[in-house]
C-alpha cells in the first residue's frame, strides 16, 4: 500500500516519537538498526522529513536527528503525504486517469469507501498516538 520509503519515513518518526526527553536526538545508524532498514536510504528518507520540519538535523558529535516540537503532533496522513503524496488518499484504485462519481472504475463505489476510511484514519492518528503504543508494548517496530 505504501511505499518501503513511507513505511520507513513513519517507523523512523514513530521510533524517534518514542525518545524519552533529553534522549532525543538519536544517530542514524542506531535509527536504522532501530526500523530494520538500509542506512544510506534511511538518510535520505531523514533528510526529506528534515526538509518538511517534521524532523531537525542536529550535526556535532552529539547530533543525530530529533523529531521537531511540530512533528511530535503530526498526523501519519502528512508522513504519507510528504513522502508518498497523496495518490493513495486521492487516486482511483484502478490507476486508471479519470475515475470518479460521474466516470468510475470497476472497483471506484467499494474502493472509494475504503479510501475515505483510511483517510480519516490517518489524519486522526498521531505520531505520538503511535509512540505510546511502542512505549507501553501492545505495538512494535520490528519483530
Do not use: W
Not at 58 to 82: A, C, M, T, Y
Request: hydrophobic fraction near 40%.
Amino acid at each position: 500500500m505504501f511505499s518501503k520509503a513511507c513505511k520507513y519515513a513513519i517507523n523512523s518518526m514513530i521510533f524517534l516519537a518514542t525518545m524519552p526527553e533529553g534522549e532525543e536526538c538519536i544517530g542514524l545508524k542506531e535509527i536504522a538498526v532501530a526500523i530494520n532498514s538500509p542506512e544510506a536510504f534511511t538518510a535520505k528518507i531523514l533528510q526529506t522529513l528534515v526538509r518538511e520540519h517534521l524532523l531537525e538535523s542536529i550535526k556535532g558529535p552529539n547530533g543525530g536527528f530529533r523529531i521537531s516540537e511540530s512533528g511530535k503532533k503530526v498526523s501519519l496522513h502528512r508522513v504519507v503525504e510528504v513522502v508518498d503524496g497523496d495518490s493513495i488518499f486521492t487516486g482511483c484504485a484502478l490507476g486508471l486517469q479519470e475515475c470518479s462519481e460521474k466516470r468510475p472504475c470497476a472497483v471506484h463505489h467499494k474502493f472509494k469507501a475504503i479510501r475515505d476510511h483510511l483517510t480519516g484514519m490517518m489524519m486522526t492518528t498521531t505520531l505520538e498516538d503511535m509512540a505510546k503504543g511502542i512505549r507501553q508494548g501492545v505495538s512494535y517496530l520490528k519483530y
